[in-house]
Nanobody, 118 residues
Framework: QVQVVESGGGWVQTGGSLRLSCAAS????????MAWFRQAPGKQREVITA???????NYVDSVKGRFTISRDNDKNTVYLQMNSLKPEDTGVYYC????????????WGQGTQVTVSS
């Protein structure tokens, strides 16, 4: 059974930092594309960053230079370091493990709330 579980959300003031974690079980984060999505209030869920099995990383423009995705293969965990947070970063952050190219399915975590106050 594959599970991805996010943690690390919370409340922070503008300019602050948070680090989100996504712990996976039943699937190896090093062998699939891992991504972080964000769903702001009243908006659709959007991908903000992803890391492929080969280590290729991309970011949406709005978080470039502020957010960093990383992967710890030994802990089978993916992280999202978020710096210089802005109120528009507020939302529920979801971890996604896309294993469809490896014979798995597409897996979502339950989400973790991030609130940035002005």
């Amino acid at each position: 059974q594959v599970q991805v579980v996010e943690s690390g959300g919370g409340w922070v003031q503008t300019g602050g930092s948070l680090r989100l974690s996504c712990a996976a079980s039943g699937i190896m984060v090093s062998r699939v594309t891992m991504a972080w999505f964000r769903q702001a209030p009243g908006k659709q869920r959007e991908v903000i960053t992803a890391i492929s099995s080969g280590g290729y990383i991309n970011y949406v423009d709005s978080v470039k230079g502020r957010f960093t995705i990383s992967r710890d293969n030994d802990k089978n965990t993916v992280y999202l370091q978020m710096n210089s947070l802005k109120p528009e970063d507020t939302g529920v952050y979801y971890c996604n493990a896309d294993g469809r190219s490896s014979g798995y399915s597409n897996y979502w975590g339950q989400g973790t709330q991030v609130t940035v106050s002005s």
